[in-house]
């Protein structure tokens, strides 16, 4: 019963450090998602997969890349964490591009900088 | 572009009592739209969604939904809440009727629930 499978669920960075969150769904899904979570903000997509092999920018995706890995997993990398960047990360994944199909997501990582 | 206005980024209720949460949308063309529900410290959760069809939509844990293409709404309803219910919500709309699903949230409307 797992879904999708965030790690780490926390972590506290210093200006500058880089570092790469991760994500595993185990239902088959063709695509995966990062967003970031700020509040008062809603979510705002970083990131997609539209199916293993391919990914593309969202509304906000400087200062991050992103690797599919393969089918299950989908990295969110921040090669210079910057205090803005400061938030809560989601991994979202659902069964194809359709546009009724929802998204399942993860529990989230909590990233602090400092 | 479309957007997602959600009115009110608390609402508190007491036990019992109506719950209505707003959510207006814009959009160019006929919408696909979504309810999640966020608790403590978790991910987002589909209550329900509202895709072609039946316009009063049913989810899980008692919540509906009614989509009103005239008022471009789809508010959240639940006739009696419960302590259990005190989240987050937040309404999504899918972007594009081609290409690859993008979905917009709105900000988001805290449920307090008070006994």
């Known amino acids: 019963n797992a879904g999708v499978t965030q790690t780490p669920k926390f972590q506290v960075l210093k200006t500058g450090q880089s570092m790469t969150l991760q994500c595993a769904q185990d239902?088959?899904?063709?695509?995966m998602y990062w967003y970031r979570q700020d509040p008062g903000m809603g979510l705002r997509l970083i990131y997609y997969?539209?199916?293993?092999?391919?990914?593309d920018k969202g509304e906000v995706p400087n200062g991050y890349n992103v690797s599919r890995l393969n089918k299950r997993e989908f990295s969110l990398r921040l090669e210079s964490a910057a205090p803005s960047q400061t938030s809560v990360y989601f991994c979202a994944s659902s069964w194809d591009r359709g546009h009724n199909q929802p998204q399942h997501f993860g529990d989230g990582t909590r990233l602090s900088i400092l | 572009a479309q957007s997602v206005t959600q009115l009110g980024s608390h609402v508190s209720v007491s036990e019992g009592a109506l719950v209505l949460l707003r959510c207006n949308y814009s959009s160019s063309v006929p919408p696909y739209l979504f309810w999640y529900v966020q608790y403590p410290n978790q991910g987002l959760q589909l209550l329900l969604k509202?895709?072609?069809?039946?316009?009063l939509v049913k989810g899980i844990n008692g919540f509906e939904a009614e989509f009103k293409k005239s008022e471009t709404s789809f508010h959240l309803t639940k006739p009696s809440a419960h302590m259990s219910d005190a989240a987050e919500y937040f309404c999504?709309?899918?972007?594009?009727?081609?290409?690859?699903?993008?979905?917009?949230f709105g900000t988001g409307t805290r449920l307090l629930v008070s006994p």
């Open positions: 999504a709309v899918s972007e594009g009727r081609t290409g690859f699903q993008k979905l917009v």
């Open positions: 997969s539209a199916s293993e092999g391919t990914t």
């Open positions: 509202y895709t072609t069809g039946a316009t």
């Open positions: 239902m088959n899904h063709n695509s």
